[in-house]
C-alpha cells in the first residue's frame, strides 16, 4: 500500500515536499517512482529510485529542482520540490515496480498510490 501526503498550494518560487508512506509489505528490492498529471494532460514522469544501491532518475522538466530520497527507517519515499513552476500544478502519484532498476514508464509500475493535488500560483 502507497499513501502519498504533503501536497498543496505554493506560491511561485515555493516548495513543497511530498511523501509517500509504504506499508505491507518491504521495497527493498524495489524501484519506486513519482509521477504527475497536469489538468487535462497524460500522466508522465517526474523521477524514480532504487532503494539499492540509490540511483535516482529525473525527467529534464524537474532536474535540478526536485529531489527524490528514502528514509529506510520510515519505509517512506519523498519528493522534495523547490523553485515551483504554475507548470508544475498536477496530481502527484507514488508508484513502485518490483525490479531494482528505475523505470520512466508508468506501465512498467505495479503498485500505485490515490495521488496527492500540488497547485502552483503565478
Known amino acids: 500500500l502507497l499513501v502519498e501526503s504533503g501536497g498543496g498550494l505554493v506560491q511561485t518560487g515555493g516548495s513543497l515536499r511530498l511523501s509517500c508512506a509504504v506499508s505491507g509489505r518491504s521495497f527493498s528490492d524495489y524501484s519506486m517512482g513519482w509521477f504527475r498529471q497536469a489538468p487535462g494532460k497524460e500522466r508522465e514522469f517526474v523521477a524514480a529510485?532504487?532503494?539499492?544501491?540509490?540511483?535516482?532518475v529525473y525527467a529534464d522538466s524537474v532536474k535540478g529542482r526536485f529531489i527524490i530520497s528514502r528514509e529506510a527507517d520510515k519505509n517512506t519515499l519523498y519528493l522534495q520540490m523547490n523553485s515551483l513552476k504554475p507548470e508544475d500544478t498536477a496530481v502527484y502519484y507514488c508508484?513502485?515496480?518490483?525490479?531494482?532498476?528505475?523505470?520512466?514508464?508508468?506501465?512498467?509500475?505495479?503498485?500505485w498510490g490515490q495521488g496527492t493535488r500540488v497547485t502552483v500560483s503565478s
Open positions: 529510485f532504487t532503494w539499492t544501491p540509490g540511483t535516482t
Open positions: 508508484a513502485a515496480r518490483a525490479l531494482p532498476n528505475p523505470s520512466k514508464y508508468e506501465s512498467h509500475y505495479t503498485y
